[in-house]
């Protein structure tokens, strides 16, 4: 059933760019060996999903059919968690510098005032930092 | 922004301390005497005494490693507790305590060290124990309490600032020499 993924490679790694390098080859194996084209991922991270909720909350009984069927649509899905995690990491990142420079300027107890949060959690966000490299633009923006 | 927290003019002063905020003195205060009450040598030394009470080295052990492990995460959080009211650029961490602060720290650890070693003497001094034992014990602790007391007479002469780092250390030795002398007269007098 394994399908080689050929030319394909270089599509598979812009399409799952928001993964770790470590495990992309494990993700791009695992739609690869389940018949899931790069397309169908890349159209569902391009509209973050929309489709697949539209799909599932359409009341068709065959809903996944256009998607491959179930384990495709879970696996697609799953990616578009990932990319949203990924954003999500992203921004914490972006968040965790920021406090750090208040965190240099203005006293702690200022800091969590004006973020809404506790004192405990501001020093949690500013210890956080950034790990990891992250993608430079989100898929739905399409190529520069 | 408009800083929360009414600090010294930094013309005034540019490096601020929790002692100087009067919000964080109580947090400093508390990070304080938890630091010094859950210090490892006091843990050790409680651990020590507890030994001694309970007859059971595990509930010694236990409580030694509740002590420190507890303290240390209970420090933790009074600290940053204290310091979150000093902007990170303003914060003065290499301000040295109150002298009587840092003497008031090692005077509790060097009243349990001396409980302790008072304990290991009197316990050496039950006639189970053979004289041998008990000489071999002393001299040792002697050699000890010689050469503690020798390093600190050369702190103390040595350099203006040798001194008033080894002028805090003094409980102590204090403690130290005393034990041992009193150890004298359990182990090898009379």
Same mark, same amino acid.
């Given at each position: 059933?394994?399908?080689?993924?050929?030319?394909?490679?270089?599509?598979?790694?812009?399409?799952? @760019?928001?993964?770790?390098?470590?495990?992309?080859?494990?993700?791009?194996?695992?739609?690869?060996?389940?018949?899931?084209?790069?397309?169908?991922?890349?159209?569902?991270?391009?509209? !973050?999903?929309?489709?697949?909720?539209?799909?599932?909350?359409?009341?068709?009984?065959?809903?996944?059919?256009?998607? !491959? !069927?179930?384990?495709?649509?879970?696996?697609?899905?799953?990616?578009?968690?990932?990319?949203?995690?990924?954003?999500?990491?992203? @921004?914490?990142?972006?968040?965790?510098?920021?406090?750090?420079?208040?965190?240099?300027?203005?006293? @702690?107890?200022?800091?969590?005032?004006?973020?809404?949060?506790?004192?405990?959690?501001?020093?949690?966000?500013?210890?956080?930092?950034?790990?990891?490299?992250?993608?430079?633009?989100?898929?739905?923006?399409?190529?520069? | 922004?408009?800083?929360?927290?009414? *600090?010294? /003019?930094?013309?005034? =002063?540019?490096?601020?301390?929790?002692?100087?905020?009067?919000?964080?003195?109580?947090?400093?205060?508390?990070?304080? *005497? #938890?630091?010094?009450?859950?210090?490892?040598?006091?843990?050790?030394?409680?651990?020590?005494?507890?030994?001694? +009470?309970?007859?059971?080295? +595990?509930?010694?052990? *236990?409580?030694?490693?509740?002590?420190?492990?507890?303290?240390?995460?209970?420090?933790?959080?009074?600290?940053?507790?204290?310091?979150?009211? #000093?902007?990170?650029?303003?914060?003065? =961490?290499?301000?040295?305590?109150?002298?009587?602060?840092?003497?008031?720290?090692?005077?509790?650890?060097?009243?349990?060290?001396?409980?302790?070693? *008072?304990? #290991?003497?009197?316990?050496?001094?039950?006639?189970?124990?053979?004289?041998?034992?008990?000489?071999?014990?002393? /001299?040792?602790?002697? +050699?000890?309490?010689?050469?503690?007391?020798?390093?600190?007479?050369?702190?103390?002469?040595?350099?203006?600032?040798?001194?008033? =780092?080894?002028?805090?250390?003094?409980?102590?030795?204090?403690?130290?020499?005393?034990?041992?002398?009193?150890?004298?007269?359990?182990?090898?007098?009379?």
């Amino acid at each position: 059933m394994r399908c080689q993924p050929g030319d394909d490679t270089d599509v598979w790694a812009a399409t799952l @760019a928001h993964r770790p390098p470590d495990v992309l080859d494990t993700v791009r194996d695992r739609f690869v060996a389940n018949d899931v084209p790069p397309d169908l991922v890349r159209a569902a991270l391009d509209d !973050g999903g929309d489709a697949l909720h539209a799909a599932v909350t359409s009341g068709a009984t065959d809903w996944a059919d256009k998607f !491959g !069927g179930p384990l495709p649509a879970a696996l697609i899905a799953a990616e578009v968690s990932a990319l949203a995690a990924h954003l999500n990491s992203r @921004a914490s990142a972006v968040r965790s510098l920021a406090v750090r420079e208040l965190l240099d300027d203005y006293s @702690a107890v200022t800091v969590a005032a004006h973020l809404a949060v506790s004192r405990q959690k501001v020093y949690e966000i500013g210890r956080a930092g950034t790990n990891g490299t992250y993608i430079d633009r989100v898929p739905w923006r399409g190529q520069p | 922004m408009n800083e929360l927290v009414h *600090l010294p /003019d930094p013309a005034v =002063r540019s490096l601020v301390h929790p002692l100087d905020v009067p919000e964080a003195r109580r947090p400093f205060l508390q990070y304080w *005497l #938890i630091t010094t009450l859950t210090d490892p040598s006091v843990a050790f030394c409680v651990a020590g005494l507890l030994w001694f +009470a309970t007859r059971n080295p +595990a509930v010694s052990v *236990l409580a030694g490693l509740a002590i420190v492990v507890g303290g240390w995460y209970a420090q933790r959080c009074v600290r940053d507790q204290a310091w979150s009211f #000093i902007p990170g650029k303003r914060q003065d =961490r290499e301000r040295p305590l109150p002298l009587t602060w840092a003497l008031g720290a090692n005077t509790v650890f060097a009243v349990l060290f001396a409980a302790v070693v *008072l304990l #290991i003497a009197l316990r050496l001094g039950r006639p189970d124990v053979p004289a041998q034992v008990r000489v071999y014990t002393f /001299d040792f602790a002697a +050699a000890t309490a010689v050469l503690v007391l020798a390093s600190a007479v050369v702190g103390l002469v040595r350099s203006r600032e040798s001194r008033s =780092r080894t002028l805090i250390t003094l409980p102590g030795v204090v403690a130290t020499v005393a034990a041992v002398a009193v150890s004298y007269g359990f182990l090898l007098g009379g």
